[in-house]
């Protein structure tokens, strides 16, 4: 398989970190070399913050060039179109509908509207929203939004791998939370 | 053996707890506090002491005292950190270490997390003669710091560990063993004022024995396996790359699918003088790769000149110094320089409003910079390092310099000396303890007046939370002496002191009105705690 990779962004306090090591975790289970950049301290806090991870036989640099992003999952959604400006032609976006605002942002409306005519493969999905509803929690929205990649081949991770990856990672306390929400969206498949 | 996704952070501590260390100590910053963070966590079931000292120069200072006592030590701090402990660090080379030492100095290219400067801290290995190793990837990062502590063991030395952001804060797999628990040793001090004194003239000895060690070090650094060469050997195409930028040159090699041999250097200093000589010997261009300053670029004019003076060499010239580097600019570089085609990916210009660093929801700094704001908009403002950084963005665009730890305090007293103008220095709680309280003494006894406003939060937050002599508590979460500021500043001889609640505006606004036309220095502790920690101690 040719090297994977996988943007992810959105903003400090959202589980960026999270999600890119659990995906790590995952890549990992399935045998892949597996490289990621993050960044901590004065650009986590209320900024935007980009993750890379990279997985395939082998990885060199953490971080992925301009234009080869495979997949870019975005926790917010202005984040999200902030990286149309260095998305290649094949770089398939999956966007949580979610906006965390500030001084001088746009609305919900104002951004669908930029995402209008954008020729990619682009999934909005109301992450935060059904996981607010079904399981009073919109911190899981992050791993929501790995299952539905999962489920509709939008990375090329197995299901299982993922759950070993839970299994491996989350805290026994918030386990089976993790897991309900990763496997929500198989079920609206 | 064991193999899991370790950050690059995670590694360094497994390499120095396999490595036997028995005291870690240093000053929170990014990309290097979690070491500290996490050996606070473990220390006690490893038999490791750790602290999180008030500044740099106090951590290496301690671990100093653990090396001449029979102890292991590690240092960390960030790229900034080293200028602030180098007073310390430059007679440590000379008087060598007893029990091993790694220092590890996390820079920053790109300043993701600094102002200040975009420092290469591996120059100070020509100020101090100790060695630099550079890992480039987490895996390096656990076998580099077990070496180091190896080197160091063998020759005497303390061992710089220098990372950078993109080594610290990267995710990949490592294969490393994990260390037994073990019972906390007692060191002891045997007296030996031969080595530890620098008195003159004892110290120009010294000073001759340290350039005879690093002559060992750097035969030692031949043979190593760190630096070693990958690729086709005869290639006339050569590659010289150290720490993260091998990775991007091993990529920039797949992209354009060049044959070159690639000389990678786990040593910055002292160099493998006589492998460079070899590796350089038959080739024609050679493309040094490295980030920031040319340092190994000039070394290997100099060496080149003595065995193939014909050597095309190619660094800055096709490289930024500014700004980390990644595959694609090396990529472009090698392209350029063996005349292959690789077009750039041109980003696309959107106009998106810029989401910078903010105060979290709930900051008692939200009641703070308006405050001063609105009160004093003449006024001079010295912004600190620390959270308190965000009140030079937008909306509070309050600083008018910001400079180094503790510095806002120093250079009001400046600007007060040399103006009729109103100046207010604000600083953190971390900071004042870190080195806020040597610039008040030098206000007040220069018997200068501005404004210190302390936004003490009760945590040295930015970093990651970690604790500070005001909390009461040590990293290792024990009771300790609860250092108040308002008392050391009144020992300061700060006449004018007022703690205050800056969610009492009012009280605020009249104290900074006040304050603001006193002859001497006055101070005001704003004491509210961190809405981050406020929330966290609620859900405990």
Same mark, same amino acid.
């Given at each position: 398989?040719?090297?994977?990779?996988?943007?992810?962004?959105?903003?400090?306090?959202?589980?960026?970190?999270?999600?890119?090591?659990?995906?790590?975790?995952?890549?990992?289970?399935?045998?892949?070399?597996?490289?990621?950049?993050?960044?901590?301290?004065?650009?986590?806090?209320?900024?935007?913050?980009?993750?890379?991870?990279?997985?395939?036989?082998?990885?060199?640099?953490?971080?992925?060039?301009?234009?080869?992003?495979?997949?870019?999952?975005?926790?917010?959604?202005?984040?999200?179109?902030?990286?149309?400006?260095?998305?290649?032609?094949?770089?398939?976006?999956?966007?949580?509908?979610?906006?965390?605002?500030?001084?001088?942002?746009?609305?919900?409306?104002?951004?669908?509207?930029?995402?209008?005519?954008?020729?990619?493969?682009?999934?909005?999905?109301?992450?935060?929203?059904?996981?607010?509803?079904?399981?009073?929690?919109?911190?899981?929205?992050?791993?929501?939004?790995?299952?539905?990649?999962?489920?509709?081949?939008?990375?090329?991770?197995?299901?299982?791998?993922?759950?070993?990856?839970?299994?491996?990672?989350?805290?026994?306390?918030?386990?089976?939370?993790?897991?309900?929400?990763?496997?929500?969206?198989?079920?609206?498949? | 053996?064991?193999?899991?996704?370790?950050?690059?952070?995670?590694?360094?501590?497994?390499?120095?707890?396999?490595?036997?260390?028995?005291?870690?100590?240093?000053?929170?910053?990014?990309?290097?506090?979690?070491?500290?963070?996490?050996?606070?966590?473990?220390?006690?079931?490893?038999?490791?002491?750790?602290?999180?000292?008030?500044?740099?120069?106090?951590?290496?200072?301690?671990?100093?005292?653990?090396?001449?006592?029979?102890?292991?030590?590690?240092?960390?701090?960030?790229?900034?950190?080293?200028?602030?402990?180098?007073?310390?660090?430059?007679?440590?080379?000379?008087?060598?270490?007893?029990?091993?030492?790694?220092?590890?100095?996390?820079?920053?290219?790109?300043?993701?997390?600094?102002?200040?400067?975009?420092?290469?801290?591996?120059?100070?290995?020509?100020?101090?003669?100790?060695?630099?190793?550079?890992?480039?990837?987490?895996?390096?990062?656990?076998?580099?710091?077990?070496?180091?502590?190896?080197?160091?063991?063998?020759?005497?030395?303390?061992?710089?560990?220098?990372?950078?952001?993109?080594?610290?804060?990267?995710?990949?797999?490592?294969?490393?063993?994990?260390?037994?628990?073990?019972?906390?040793?007692?060191?002891?001090?045997?007296?030996?004022?031969?080595?530890?004194?620098?008195?003159?003239?004892?110290?120009?000895?010294?000073?001759?024995?340290?350039?005879?060690?690093?002559?060992?070090?750097?035969?030692?650094?031949?043979?190593?396996?760190?630096?070693?060469?990958?690729?086709?050997?005869?290639?006339?195409?050569?590659?010289?790359?150290?720490?993260?930028?091998?990775?991007?040159?091993?990529?920039?090699?797949?992209?354009?699918?060049?044959?070159?041999?690639?000389?990678?250097?786990?040593?910055?200093?002292?160099?493998?003088?006589?492998?460079?000589?070899?590796?350089?010997?038959?080739?024609?261009?050679?493309?040094?790769?490295?980030?920031?300053?040319?340092?190994?670029?000039?070394?290997?004019?100099?060496?080149?000149?003595?065995?193939?003076?014909?050597?095309?060499?190619?660094?800055?010239?096709?490289?930024?110094?500014?700004?980390?580097?990644?595959?694609?600019?090396?990529?472009?570089?090698?392209?350029?320089?063996?005349?292959?085609?690789?077009?750039?990916?041109?980003?696309?210009?959107?106009?998106?409003?810029?989401?910078?660093?903010?105060?979290?929801?709930?900051?008692?700094?939200?009641?703070?910079?308006?405050?001063?704001?609105?009160?004093?908009?003449?006024?001079?403002?010295?912004?600190?390092?620390?959270?308190?950084?965000?009140?030079?963005?937008?909306?509070?665009?309050?600083?008018?310099?910001?400079?180094?730890?503790?510095?806002?305090? $120093?250079?009001?007293?400046?600007?007060?000396?040399?103006?009729?103008?109103?100046?207010?220095?604000?600083?953190?709680?971390?900071?004042?303890?870190?080195?806020?309280?040597?610039?008040?003494?030098?206000?007040?006894?220069?018997?200068?007046?501005?404004?210190?406003?302390?936004?003490?939060?009760?945590?040295?937050?930015?970093?990651?939370?970690?604790?500070?002599?005001?909390?009461?508590?040590?990293?290792? $979460?024990?009771?300790?002496?609860?250092?108040?500021?308002?008392?050391?500043?009144?020992?300061? $001889?700060?006449?004018?002191?007022?703690?205050?609640?800056?969610?009492?505006?009012?009280?605020?606004?009249?104290?900074?009105?006040?304050?603001?036309?006193?002859?001497?220095?006055?101070?005001?502790?704003?004491?509210?705690?961190?809405?981050?920690?406020?929330?966290?101690?609620?859900?405990?």
């Amino acid at each position: 398989m040719k090297n994977f990779n996988l943007i992810i962004n959105g903003v400090g306090g959202q589980g960026v970190i999270t999600l890119l090591s659990l995906v790590g975790e995952s890549a990992f289970v399935e045998g892949y070399d597996v490289r990621s950049s993050e960044l901590h301290g004065l650009s986590q806090r209320g900024g935007s913050v980009e993750t890379h991870i990279r997985f395939g036989e082998k990885t060199y640099s953490p971080l992925i060039p301009n234009g080869k992003a495979d997949l870019i999952i975005s926790l917010e959604m202005l984040e999200g179109l902030r990286e149309t400006a260095k998305s290649g032609k094949h770089t398939t976006f999956l966007v949580n509908e979610f906006v965390s605002p500030f001084i001088g942002s746009l609305t919900v409306e104002e951004i669908k509207n930029q995402f209008e005519g954008f020729k990619n493969v682009l999934h909005v999905v109301a992450a935060s929203k059904i996981c607010k509803e079904k399981l009073q929690n919109e911190v899981v929205s992050t791993i929501y939004l790995l299952g539905y990649a999962v489920s509709r081949n939008l990375i090329p991770l197995k299901k299982e791998s993922v759950l070993r990856a839970i299994e491996n990672k989350v805290p026994e306390k918030y386990r089976e939370l993790n897991i309900k929400a990763f496997n929500l969206p198989f079920n609206d498949n | 053996m064991k193999k899991e996704i370790l950050l690059g952070n995670d590694a360094i501590i497994k390499g120095a707890l396999i490595a036997g260390v028995d005291f870690v100590s240093g000053y929170p910053g990014c990309p290097s506090a979690e070491i500290g963070d996490e050996f606070a966590k473990i220390g006690k079931e490893k038999g490791v002491y750790v602290e999180w000292s008030t500044n740099e120069k106090t951590g290496l200072e301690a671990a100093i005292g653990a090396s001449f006592s029979g102890l292991k030590s590690l240092v960390n701090m960030k790229s900034f950190g080293i200028n602030v402990c180098s007073d310390a660090l430059l007679p440590l080379a000379y008087t060598g270490t007893k029990a091993p030492m790694v220092i590890v100095v996390a820079d920053d290219p790109s300043c993701w997390s600094s102002a200040q400067s975009e420092q290469n801290s591996r120059a100070y290995a020509y100020l101090s003669h100790i060695p630099i190793l550079e890992p480039a990837d987490p895996q390096e990062c656990y076998d580099y710091t077990k070496l180091g502590f190896e080197i160091s063991e063998k020759f005497n030395t303390p061992v710089i560990l220098r990372t950078v952001t993109r080594a610290a804060h990267q995710r990949a797999i490592v294969e490393f063993e994990e260390a037994k628990n073990k019972e906390k040793k007692i060191g002891e001090f045997i007296k030996n004022p031969h080595q530890f004194s620098t008195m003159p003239p004892r110290i120009l000895e010294q000073k001759k024995e340290l350039l005879e060690k690093v002559k060992k070090i750097s035969a030692f650094a031949d043979k190593s396996k760190i630096n070693k060469i990958i690729g086709d050997k005869k290639s006339k195409i050569g590659i010289i790359a150290s720490g993260i930028s091998f990775l991007y040159s091993m990529e920039a090699l797949e992209n354009l699918q060049i044959n070159a041999s690639v000389l990678k250097l786990g040593f910055f200093y002292p160099l493998p003088e006589k492998l460079i000589a070899n590796f350089i010997k038959g080739k024609n261009k050679l493309l040094i790769v490295e980030e920031l300053d040319p340092y190994i670029e000039k070394e290997i004019i100099r060496i080149a000149k003595g065995v193939n003076p014909k050597l095309k060499i190619y660094g800055k010239e096709v490289l930024s110094e500014i700004g980390e580097l990644g595959a694609e600019d090396v990529t472009v570089a090698l392209a350029k320089i063996t005349g292959k085609n690789f077009k750039k990916f041109t980003v696309k210009k959107i106009d998106l409003p810029k989401r910078t660093a903010r105060l979290c929801e709930g900051c008692p700094y939200w009641y703070i910079f308006p405050t001063i704001k609105r009160v004093a908009p003449e006024a001079i403002i010295g912004g600190d390092i620390g959270c308190n950084m965000i009140g030079g963005l937008a909306p509070h665009s309050l600083h008018d310099y910001l400079f180094c730890m503790g510095a806002s305090i $120093g250079i009001s007293h400046g600007v007060k000396k040399s103006t009729n103008q109103k100046v207010i220095s604000l600083m953190g709680d971390g900071t004042f303890f870190h080195s806020g309280i040597a610039g008040l003494i030098n206000t007040v006894y220069n018997k200068s007046n501005p404004l210190m406003i302390v936004l003490d939060n009760r945590i040295t937050a930015m970093t990651g939370h970690q604790p500070n002599p005001g909390m009461g508590k040590t990293s290792m $979460g024990e009771d300790t002496e609860e250092l108040k500021i308002e008392e050391i500043a009144k020992a300061c $001889g700060v006449k004018h002191i007022k703690v205050l609640d800056p969610i009492n505006i009012q009280e605020f606004e009249n104290t900074i009105k006040e304050f603001l036309e006193k002859n001497e220095v006055s101070l005001i502790v704003c004491k509210r705690i961190c809405a981050l920690l406020a929330r966290r101690q609620k859900q405990q």
